[in-house]
């Protein structure tokens, strides 16, 4: 039989089609590469050996909590602050953060005086800039003169500007009582048991951070009524708008909400997960367990698309804001506070977990 010419000329075109749309692609690729300068390349092609150094340094992990506050060392009733994305760094920057806002918030929560402060990371604007860090101790002077507990965990500004080991290295240099570990626990009293996560690295089934996870879960004291989980990036979060490109939450933090549905429900103790990176306040009740969003540190404020199952309402924005948690006995009573335009602190919203 003959070949059918109408066959032949579509599978021509087909033929065409495949062969611009690979070269057209590689173009784009090629083009997008020059774009790169070669000091990123490099970087890049270091990624995996500069991770390696810097798991290295860590110290082995223990099922022990890492650092422990006595009961009778807290005040009555017991407090914790949280937040984050501050972004610290010189003062003239104004559009990136803004040092009006990170010095009112550093004010309010020094007269506040909470039993412990969590910082949700993303403490300096740029991790590989020293003098980040060195404004961060001039601007939180107050704290130490208060003798705050501050807890901080990495975000992904501690990781801009340097290799992961030098990252880390600046973090420590600034938190030395931290020095060497990238995740770790804190035992508030006998009720309160403080758990940060390094979003950075992985919490994925199997990886080191989440058997440590679960060695910590495994060995709380039968006095614990609440888990505090704080991290940078969120497990669960309202989508960011089409103009912001970062997609939360991540395959990182899903893996962790997916292991929490199983784990927190095994657990006696209520679970509450406090994350940053969003540029806003945003709350959830998922699977048992109360999830966070409060970013509102001082970074450029992101505005975000609420969801149904997003249980804060109120549509005014920016959202400069910190949670205080105070406990009531068998009762973790939650405030958000909200800075106005008009640079009032509002109460914009309030909820409770009960312990059993």
Same mark, same amino acid.
């Given at each position: 039989?003959?070949?059918?010419?109408?066959?032949?000329?579509?599978?021509?075109? !087909?033929?065409?089609?495949?062969?611009?749309?690979?070269?057209?692609?590689?173009?784009?690729?090629?083009?997008?590469?020059?774009?790169?300068?070669? %000091?990123?390349?490099?970087?890049?092609? #270091?990624?995996?050996?500069?991770?390696?150094?810097?798991?290295?340094?860590?110290?082995?992990?223990?099922?022990?909590?890492?650092?422990?506050?006595?009961?009778?060392?807290?005040? +009555?009733?017991?407090?914790?602050?949280?937040?984050?994305?501050? =972004?610290?760094?010189?003062?003239?920057?104004?559009?990136?953060?803004?040092?009006?806002?990170?010095?009112?918030?550093?004010? @309010?929560?020094?007269?506040?005086?909470?039993?412990?402060?969590?910082?949700?990371?993303?403490?300096?604007?740029?991790?590989?800039?020293?003098?980040?860090?060195?404004?961060? %101790?001039?601007?939180? @002077? !107050?704290?130490?003169?208060?003798?705050?507990?501050?807890?901080?965990?990495?975000?992904?500004?501690?990781?801009?500007?340097?290799?992961?080991?030098?990252?880390?290295?600046?973090?420590?240099?600034?938190?030395? +009582?931290?020095?060497?570990?990238?995740?770790?626990?804190?035992?508030?009293?006998?009720?309160?048991?403080?758990?940060?996560?390094?979003?950075?690295? #992985?919490?994925?089934?199997?990886?080191?951070?989440? /058997?440590?996870?679960?060695?910590?879960?495994?060995?709380?004291?039968?006095?614990? +009524?609440?888990?505090?989980?704080?991290?940078?990036?969120?497990?669960?979060?309202?989508?960011?708008?089409?103009?912001?490109?970062?997609?939360?939450?991540?395959?990182?933090?899903?893996?962790?909400?997916?292991?929490?549905?199983?784990?927190?429900?095994?657990?006696?103790?209520?679970?509450?997960?406090?994350?940053?990176?969003?540029?806003?306040?945003?709350?959830?009740?998922?699977?048992?367990?109360?999830?966070?969003?409060?970013?509102?540190?001082?970074?450029?404020?992101?505005?975000?698309?609420?969801?149904?199952?997003?249980?804060?309402?109120?549509? %005014?924005?920016?959202?400069?804001?910190?949670?205080?948690?105070?406990?009531?006995?068998?009762?973790?009573?939650?405030?958000?506070? =909200?800075?106005?335009?008009?640079?009032?602190?509002?109460? /914009?919203?309030?909820?409770?977990?009960?312990? +059993?």
């Amino acid at each position: 039989m003959g070949r059918n010419p109408r066959y032949i000329r579509w599978a021509f075109v !087909i033929f065409l089609f495949v062969c611009v749309s690979g070269a057209t692609a590689g173009i784009a690729q090629a083009r997008r590469d020059a774009a790169i300068p070669a %000091k990123s390349k490099k970087s890049r092609e #270091s990624t995996a050996a500069s991770q390696a150094a810097a798991d290295s340094l860590l110290l082995p992990d223990s099922p022990n909590p890492t650092f422990m506050i006595a009961q009778g060392s807290l005040r +009555k009733p017991v407090t914790v602050i949280a937040y984050g994305d501050m =972004r610290f760094t010189n003062p003239k920057e104004k559009v990136a953060t803004s040092p009006k806002v990170r010095m009112e918030l550093v004010r @309010r929560i020094a007269a506040e005086r909470p039993d412990v402060l969590l910082l949700n990371g993303d403490v300096p604007y740029h991790g590989g800039v020293k003098d980040d860090y060195v404004v961060y %101790k001039d601007e939180t @002077r !107050i704290w130490r003169e208060e003798h705050l507990r501050v807890f901080p965990v990495l975000g992904n500004h501690e990781f801009y500007g340097c290799e992961p080991a030098q990252c880390l290295q600046n973090w420590w240099d600034t938190f030395p +009582k931290l020095k060497d570990r990238r995740w770790y626990s804190v035992q508030v009293g006998t009720s309160i048991y403080v758990i940060a996560l390094d979003s950075d690295d #992985s919490l994925e089934p199997g990886s080191r951070q989440i /058997k440590w996870l679960t060695s910590q879960l495994d060995s709380l004291p039968h006095s614990i +009524k609440f888990v505090m989980i704080n991290l940078h990036h969120p497990p669960v979060a309202d989508p960011n708008p089409p103009s912001v490109k970062d997609k939360v939450p991540r395959p990182n933090e899903i893996a962790l909400r997916n292991y929490l549905r199983v784990a927190a429900q095994a657990q006696s103790a209520k679970f509450v997960v406090i994350a940053s990176h969003i540029h806003n306040y945003e709350r959830f009740y998922q699977d048992g367990v109360m999830y966070l969003v409060s970013g509102g540190g001082g970074a450029m404020p992101y505005p975000v698309i609420r969801t149904p199952g997003d249980l804060y309402k109120d549509p %005014k924005f920016p959202n400069y804001n910190y949670v205080e948690f105070v406990l009531q006995g068998n009762l973790l009573r939650a405030t958000m506070y =909200r800075l106005s335009s008009k640079g009032a602190w509002q109460v /914009k919203d309030t909820f409770e977990i009960t312990y +059993k």
